[in-house]
RNA sequence: UCCUCAGUAGCUCAAUGGUAGAGCAUUCGGCUGUUAACCGAAGGGUUGUAGGUUCGAAUCCUACCUGAGGAGCCA
């Protein structure tokens, strides 16, 4: 017996009387292994439809997985054949029967029907618009809500449930207090990006964040360890398929840590993540045609070098990029190519770092970032450092940057109230999702993707 | 913002200046083990929009609209 707190319909329990009517017990379709020879209901939807005459096919989708079922006009009350018989695909129906292994069923196991109930039939002048044949991403995108129904769709979705949930776990379990920062903030957090512009009751504007750092940086001087995980905005046109307007990032930060600290932390959390999804997501790694092998690769150590290293490197292999650019996804692609598993690049130029990043002591012109690239192409999953702790220095990166400096007077206090070293990272979970998901476009790892032409449905 | 490509049936595509077609989906009929089942039939079109060239335009030209891929920027 199960002990499955999911299951909240009422079971046949022990004080059943042979008097009684049975009741079949409302499984879901993901446990079928533990109720083989059982008389079960099934509640769905309808998948696809095969029939034969006097059998018909169909397969039910719960939303926990696929079962076909087996109905024979000879073993079934007519009105029960019939509604079967003309199902249409999507429409919603519960189904009884017995549960039998069946290796060439669809997930291993097959409904004998005995009973079946309409909910409701799917018109035929209005049908299903996302068939079992080809459909195109635009097409697809504008029916997002009914294509989550889809088996890709759900394999990716459970693979970000998996990597949320084992990033939560992660910091949980190593001393992190979740600390959550605003969305709405009243000025740019790095100066840099474009924000969205909110009209906050007509007399003030806010922007949506673009990144939960600097309220990071306060709450790790109160907690020491800290993470937020929530939405970032980000209004850059940017139209390529590692970018989304609204994404997902969770940012560490840690007191008394400096830039090989946070190196350290970055790489244990993609070991830790990548191993999860492994051990927790196999099926929906097979149902997606991920190439495991190339995951199962990723351990400790990543290999690391300093940017000055890697532009020799990309210089070697071809690329045009000379010291002080920041890389494009093609140099990233290439830096990587060579390792089965993350790179780590640290020691960036400070002009293409944001201003709160600490400087090198040796050389001041290198600041103390690393960016963890993924392999095969998926990029930058991971960007953080070392912050500045000295007052002063912080005051002349401002200065600098041309931010105004009473919006930031806050964030300074934190260098007036007991300083101490730093540092913290952002990762993006649309980015990392994508790359265990092998997909080709961050659109797909995300329910209801926000990009540069789309915000519907 | 820039560059490239694409818009034809509900969907995926074909038709390369000369009568707009196929598969899937839908409807009807057939089939007791199908695996995107199969077999037969039917309905389904202002070829993204506007203009132009031509005896004749889905096809050539111009503008616009919509989308995709990439660049820059970033996670």
Redesign the pocket.
């Given at each position: 017996m199960s002990s499955d707190p999911n299951i909240v319909s009422a079971a046949p329990g022990p004080s059943e009387t042979a008097g009684l009517k049975r009741q079949p017990r409302v499984i879901r379709i993901s446990e079928a292994d533990r109720h083989v020879g059982e008389l079960v209901e099934v509640q769905g939807w309808l998948y696809?439809?095969?029939?034969?005459?006097?059998?018909v096919?169909p397969?039910i989708r719960d939303g926990s997985g696929l079962m076909?079922c087996?109905a024979?006009?000879?073993?079934l009350p007519e009105e029960i054949f019939d509604t079967l018989k003309?199902l249409?695909?999507e429409s919603s129906f519960t189904v009884t029967g017995t549960i039998r292994a069946?290796s060439?069923?669809?997930g291993g196991f097959?409904l004998?029907v005995t009973d079946a109930k309409l909910v409701q039939r799917v018109a035929?002048?209005q049908?299903?618009?996302i068939?079992?044949?080809?459909?195109?991403?635009?097409?697809?995108?504008d029916h997002r809500h009914l294509w989550l129904r889809s088996r890709r769709q759900h394999a990716a979705v459970r693979v970000r449930h998996e990597v949320v949930k084992g990033i939560r776990d992660y910091f949980d379990s190593h001393g992190f207090t979740l600390v959550d920062t605003p969305i709405f903030t009243p000025a740019a957090c790095?100066g840099?990006?474009?924000l969205f512009e909110v009209d906050y009751f007509g007399d003030e504007k806010v922007y949506l964040t673009?990144?939960g750092q600097l309220y990071n940086e306060a709450n790790a001087m109160a907690f020491g360890k800290v993470y937020c995980f929530g939405p970032?905005f980000?209004a850059?046109?940017?139209?390529?398929?590692?970018?989304?307007?609204e994404?997902w990032?969770v940012e560490p930060e840690m007191a008394y840590a400096d830039l090989e600290e946070v190196k350290r932390v970055a790489e244990d959390l993609v070991v830790y993540l990548v191993g999860r999804v492994l051990e927790n997501r196999q099926e929906e790694l097979k149902v997606l045609e991920r190439d495991m092998s190339k995951l199962e690769t990723v351990r400790a150590p990543f290999p690391r070098m300093s940017y000055d290293e890697a532009v020799k490197i990309l210089q070697s292999k071809g690329s045009e990029i000379e010291w002080g650019?920041?890389?494009?996804?093609?140099?990233?692609t290439l830096l990587t190519q060579d390792f089965d598993r993350p790179v780590m690049v640290d020691h960036y130029p400070a002009h293409?770092k944001?201003f709160y990043f600490q400087p090198d002591e040796q050389r001041s012109e290198l600041a103390l970032g690393v960016?963890?690239i993924a392999p095969e192409g998926y990029?930058?999953?991971?960007?953080g450092g070392q912050r500045i702790h000295d007052l002063a220095l912080l005051e002349q990166r401002l200065a600098e940057h041309d931010l105004p400096r009473e919006a930031f007077e806050w964030y300074l206090d934190l260098r007036r109230f007991g300083t101490v070293p730093h540092g913290g990272f952002?990762?993006?979970v649309?980015?990392f999702v994508a790359w265990m998901c092998g997909l080709?476009?961050?659109?797909e790892t995300i329910p209801y993707p926000r990009?540069?032409?789309?915000t519907r449905p």
């Open positions: 696809n439809l095969r029939k034969s005459g006097k059998i096919f397969i076909q087996v024979v006009k000879n073993n003309n249409t695909q069946e060439r069923a669809i097959e004998d035929e002048d049908p299903y618009p068939t079992p044949k080809d459909h195109g991403v635009d097409f697809l995108m790095e840099t990006t474009t673009q990144s970032t980000r850059e046109k940017s139209k390529t398929r590692r970018h989304l307007t994404f990032m650019g920041d890389f494009g996804n093609a140099d990233e293409i944001a960016d963890v990029g930058e999953i991971i960007g952002g990762m993006g649309e980015r080709e476009h961050v659109r990009m540069l032409y789309r």
